[in-house]
């Protein structure tokens, strides 16, 4: 099976040396992607450039921001087919449009670094879309796509409406934050909604699989 997989998290700039970021390592979608190419399949990875675990046996290609990832997605979908998109990055609902310092309109990422002298510094922040709704229209042909949802401390009632809200997926996977520093750690499959199954995380990249082939055999 030739497999796309976004991993790591986007870091949307301010200037040369500082980011709005999230916690993402890149870790759980690197073990994923290293797991499916040692099955035997063809796996690419785009990466965050700042992601601190990266695979080790597969292509990789390497994003920064929402911008840029967008357009290696698009192109990369463009320019093949993947019968799998497993869309695990972390990406930031929010980019700066613009940074007022001292009285002084600044264009984000523009300087090497903004001033630490000053008082205040606000941020005009703009929504960004969901780039996993826009997955199958990007594709030419007609992938499974699972997506991954990340609560912090939900209950199983909000992780569930949390999963349903996520448009484009075929499959979501949710796990929750207070759960990551347990050696137990479980990801939970839900489809249009409803619970499919729980699984730890040495089992998931298989269970993504078999999740995915229902789709593609449906």
């Known amino acids: 099976m030739k497999i796309l997989i976004t991993l790591g998290g986007t870091a949307e700039a301010l200037d040369g040396v500082r980011f709005i970021t999230n916690f993402s390592s890149g870790a759980t979608g690197s073990f ?12 690419k990875a785009l990466c965050s450039k700042n992601a601190k675990v990266l695979p080790g046996l597969c292509e990789k290609l390497l994003y920064s921001d929402f911008k840029s990832l967008d357009e290696l997605i698009r192109r990369t979908l463009k320019e093949e087919n993947f019968h799998l998109i497993i869309h695990l ?10 940074i007022t310092c001292s009285g002084r309109e600044i264009r984000p990422g523009e300087e090497k670094k903004i001033p630490s002298d000053a008082e205040e510094m606000t ?3 703009k929504r960004n879309f969901k780039i996993v709704s826009r997955l199958k229209d990007y594709a030419s ?20 409406k949390a999963a349903l809200k996520v448009e484009g997926a075929d499959f979501v996977v949710h796990n929750d934050l207070s759960e990551h520093t ?12 409803f619970k499919q199954k729980i699984c730890p995380l040495r089992e998931l990249p298989e269970q993504i699989l078999k999740s995915a082939l229902e789709v593609l055999n449906a």
Do not use: C, M, W
């Open 32 to 43: 994923i992607a290293d797991e499916l190419t040692k099955s035997g399949h063809k796996v």
């Open 89 to 98: 990055a972390a990406v930031s609902d929010f980019s700066p449009v613009s």
């Open 123 to 125: 941020v005009k922040l």
């Open 141 to 160: 042909n007609k992938p499974a796509v699972a997506a991954f949802k990340l609560t912090n401390g939900a209950s199983q009632e909000e992780a569930r």
């Open 182 to 193: 347990s050696k137990e750690r479980k990801f939970t499959f839900y489809k249009q909604g």
